[in-house]
């Protein structure tokens, strides 16, 4: 039988949050098309909210100037392996190295050799017993979620309910943690050859996240990441 888990858990203080406390990451950036991790990032700015970050080896090969504002900015950078292969695919060594060659790589943007990430996520979110074997090979702590809005399989035109149900989400549950893609690296369910309706159009996130913050901020909500709640990482090492 294979043993085959995700990362959601659906309460907050299954990944470790407080009550009140959210956490957001993204995954799969950097993104420089229509400049959408970038402006993520000046949104965060904006409202002095930390997140984590889950960027892909690859794209961080292709833009590691975004990597390091990330990293200088203090976010959490969250190693989510070299190419993005599908986990069932891939057996333990193989998932070994492209784990260890994306540490590599946000060593080599940053000028940090032998740099060692403490968390990862799963391309995906599955976790698979290869998955498990590596994180705990290398000592990563596992990325979870409380939520999975299903945003890459929105565009600009649609994108809003995803973004309501994420709120609703977290204003329910008194916080929670949640995942916005920056970049396009799932394919598609159906191509659309229409920019302003394809889901790898990304252009709608940055506004997005600056709703989400400016209304659960409103609520009272705080954002945090795991190294500012030491009960997080251990929690959610002992849910992995
Ligand atoms: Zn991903």
Known sequence: MLSLFTIMRRKPSRVGLKSDEVMLTFDDGPNLE?????????????????????????????????????????????NHTQNHFHPMRQKY??????????????????????????????????VTLAVRRVTRTLGMTPVLLTHYGYDTRVGPHNYTPVVDKM???????NGGMYVFHDGSLCPPLVPEHDW?????????????????????????????????????????KNAA
């Open 196 to 236: 302003n309706r394809s889901v790898e159009n990304r252009s709608w996130v940055p506004e997005a996240v600056d709703r989400v913050i400016t209304e659960l901020k409103a609520e009272g909500l705080k954002f945090v990441l795991p190294h500012q709640n030491a009960k997080v990482a251990q929690t959610v």
């Open 93 to 126: 060594v193989a998932l070994l190295e492209e784990v260890e060659s994306c540490d590599r790589t946000i060593g080599e943007a940053l000028g940090i050799p032998d740099y060692r990430s403490d968390y990862f996520r799963a391309p995906y979110g599955i």
């Open 34 to 78: 229509d400049n959408v991790t970038p402006e993520v990032l000046d949104v965060l700015h904006q409202h002095s909210v930390k997140a984590g970050f889950c960027p892909v080896g690859k794209q961080i090969r292709r833009h590691p100037e975004v990597l390091q504002r990330m990293y200088h900015s203090g976010h959490l950078l969250i």
């Open 167 to 173: 709120i609703a989400n977290a204003k329910r549950r």
